[in-house]
C-alpha cells in the first residue's frame, strides 16, 4: 500500500549492533512505526524483529551474546578442511539455535507488516527475495548470514529432488534498496552496518581467515557504497522537481498550470520506483565482521541510538 515507511538493513556480520540501536531508538524509543522491513545478511535478523514488532526481543539477542562461540565455532580442520570436502570454515549452530528461539511465526503473519529478506543461490548465482508468507523463516534468515567459505550454506530440496544451496544475500545486494521501492513506500530509511569508505591507516593482515573477512569488508562496503550513490540520485531527482515547482509559482505560474509544465518530467519519474531516502550510518568502525564481543556489542547499540538522534531533523519529514 502507497504511504507506508520502509526500513532497509545492510549487511555486515556483529556490525549489526549499529543496527540494534538505531532500531531500539527509531521504534520503541521515539515510537515511529515501520510497516515495510528489508533485510540483507546480518540485516535479515534486524529485518525479521521488525516485522515481527519485537525490538526488545532483538535487543536481548545481541545483548546476551558473550563469545564468539555464541554464533559460529571452528570446524576441527580449519582451512585445511577445504581439501577434504568441507563447505565452510565455520559451524553456525549456535546462530542457527538462536534464530529459530526468536523467530515467531504466528506473530509475524499477525503484525500486518511486510518482510524482506535477500539470498543467493549458490548454483545460479541468482538472488531471491524471500517474505513473511514462507514457512521456517527462520532458516532463510539464516540463509541470508551464511557468508560464503565462512558460514555453511542453507541446503534445500525441491519437489523434483534437485538440491540447491542457498547463501548470504549481500552476494549480490548488500544494501538491497529496490526490494523495498518495488513496495511503493512513502520513505526508506536506510541503516547501514559500517562508515561511509575513507582513507585510513595501513593495516596488515596475519592469516587467510583476517585477509578473508578484510575481503568481504571491502567487497560489501564498494557495493553498499554503489546503493547509496543510487539513494543519492533519487533524492536528487525528487529535490530538483519540488524545486521547480516552488520557481514556476515565484514567478506567477499557478498550481495547476505548474503541474502542467512539469508533467513531462513527472511522466519521466513515473517510469522508476522513487521514494525519498535517508542513510544511516556509524561515524566510525566499532567491531570486525565476526567479532562478537560484549563491550563493542554494546557500544555499536549506543552508538546506532545516538545516530538517530543526531539525524531526526532530517528524518522526521519521512515519519507521517
Known amino acids: 500500500m502507497p504511504g507506508e515507511l520502509a526500513v532497509v538493513l545492510s549487511g555486515g556480520g556483529a556490525k549489526g549492533a549499529f543496527q540494534v540501536g538505531v532500531l531500539d531508538e527509531l521504534i520503541t524509543n521515539r515510537g515511529v ?39 559460529y565455532t571452528g570446524k576441527p580442520l580449519g582451512p585445511a578442511g577445504a581439501i577434504f570436502g568441507a563447505d565452510s570454515l565455520y559451524e553456525a549452530k549456535g546462530l542457527r539455535r538462536l ?30 527475495t524471500i517474505d513473511e508468507t514462507v514457512p521456517g523463516i527462520h532458516n532463510w534468515v539464516y540463509a541470508s548470514c551464511a557468508m560464503p567459505v565462512f558460514f555453511e550454506p542453507l541446503v534445500t530440496r525441491g519437489a523434483d529432488g534437485t538440491e540447491e544451496q542457498w547463501v548470504d544475500g549481500g552476494v549480490r545486494d548488500v544494501t538491497p534498496l529496490d526490494s523495498a521501492l518495488e513496495l511503493n513506500p512513502r520513505g526508506v530509511i536506510v541503516v547501514r552496518t559500517g562508515p561511509p569508505p575513507r582513507p585510513g591507516r595501513v593495516r596488515t593482515y596475519p592469516d587467510l581467515v583476517q585477509i578473508g573477512l578484510r575481503a568481504v569488508d571491502i567487497l560489501q562496503s564498494e557495493v553498499s557504497a554503489n546503493d547509496l550513490a543510487k539513494a543519492a540520485l533519487i533524492n536528487d531527482m525528487i529535490a530538483a522537481r519540488e524545486a521547480q515547482f516552488r520557481a514556476l509559482q515565484r514567478i506567477g505560474v499557478s498550481g495547476p498550470d505548474a503541474l502542467a509544465v512539469l508533467r513531462p518530467l513527472d511522466l519521466q519519474i513515473a517510469r522508476y520506483r522513487f ?35 543526531e539525524a531526526w531533523e532530517t528524518l522526521e519529514p519521512l515519519l507521517g
Not at 534464530?99 to 538472488?127: I, P, Q, W
Not at 566510525?284 to 563491550?295: K, M, R
Open 33 to 71: 512505526k515501520v510497516d515495510i522491513a528489508v533485510g540483507t545478511s546480518t540485516g535479515a535478523i534486524q529485518a525479521l524483529a521488525v516485522a515481527q514488532d519485537d525490538i526488545p526481543k532483538l535487543v536481548a539477542f545481541w545483548s546476551a551474546l558473550r563469545r564468539n562461540s555464541d554464533i
Open 99 to 128: 534464530l529459530k528461539r526468536a523467530t515467531d511465526e504466528a506473530r509475524l503473519r499477525a503484525t500486518g507488516k511486510k518482510l524482506r529478506l535477500g539470498v543467493v543461490n549458490l548454483g545460479t548465482g541468482a538472488f531471491r
Open 275 to 309: 521514494a525519498p531516502i535517508r542513510v544511516i550510518e556509524p561515524a566510525a568502525e566499532i567491531s570486525g565482521t565476526l567479532e562478537f564481543d560484549p563491550a563493542k556489542i554494546q557500544a555499536g547499540i549506543a552508538a546506532g541510538r545516538r545516530a538517530v538522534a
